[in-house]
């Protein structure tokens, strides 16, 4: 069966520093990955999605970057964060763009 | 201008008490609408996809209904652990949409 992996659960970051946030899939191969953002009360923000490795696609403009290094692992960095970055980040996969997703626990990054 | 609408934004239930949440989309080309639930601080949980009007799906209390512009998520005799987020997408054309989500709280 299919799982996702990500991590950490939660990341209280200084403003300035860096960010590296790491989500891993198992047991299916060359699936979409996405990265979304969720900020409180609200719904969910796509940030990246990557249909194959090193192929990103940005939908927000900000100082986020995601890499797509290997077949089933997909990284959302920064090189600094900023107040406003703070939120519950979710990663999820799916067969294709249309279908259902599957996400994972989600991170929670708070930047003081 | 393809969307997903949810309503109500939060519900309030009192133990047994059914309800409906209502999932209104305007998306070309529907491939598939999904339902999932979310508990605080968690990621969302699949729970339905539904495909085409007049298709219905059931879970224990829940219960998923498909109509050409909207779904219906019923929820009969709902406990507190039903309390949740619930969110409604839609994958259409090239695109997926998700609607901002319905808060439930089941009052025991």
């Known amino acids: 069966s299919q799982t996702i992996h990500q991590w950490p659960a939660t990341l209280v970051q200084p403003v300035g520093s860096p960010l590296s946030l790491e989500c891993t899939v198992e047991?299916?191969?060359?699936?979409?990955l996405y990265w979304y953002r969720q900020a409180a009360g609200r719904g969910l923000q796509l940030l990246f999605y990557s249909v194959g490795i090193g192929q990103i696609s940005s939908e927000v403009p900000q100082n986020l970057s995601a890499s797509r290094p290997q077949d089933r692992q997909f990284i959302l960095s920064s090189k600094k964060l900023l107040l406003s970055d703070s939120g519950f980040y979710l990663c999820?996969?799916?067969?294709?763009?249309?279908?259902?997703?599957?996400f994972g626990s989600g991170t929670r990054l708070t930047v003081v | 201008e393809d969307q997903v609408t949810q309503s109500p934004e939060a519900l309030r239930l009192q133990e047994g008490e059914s309800s409906s949440l209502n999932c209104s989309y305007t998306v070309s080309g529907l491939r598939g609408l999904f339902w999932y639930r979310q508990d605080p601080g968690k990621g969302p949980e699949f729970l339905f996809t539904?495909?085409?009007a007049g298709e219905e799906k059931e879970k224990e209390r829940l219960k998923a209904t498909l109509t050409k512009k909207e779904s219906f998520l019923h929820i009969t005799a709902p406990k507190p652990e039903d309390s949740a987020t619930y969110l409604c997408a839609v994958g259409g054309g090239n695109q997926f949409y998700f609607g901002t989500g319905t808060s439930l709280t089941v009052i025991p």
């Open positions: 047991g299916t191969s060359n699936p979409n």
């Open positions: 539904l495909y085409s």
């Open positions: 999820a996969w799916s067969v294709r763009h249309t279908y259902g997703y599957t």
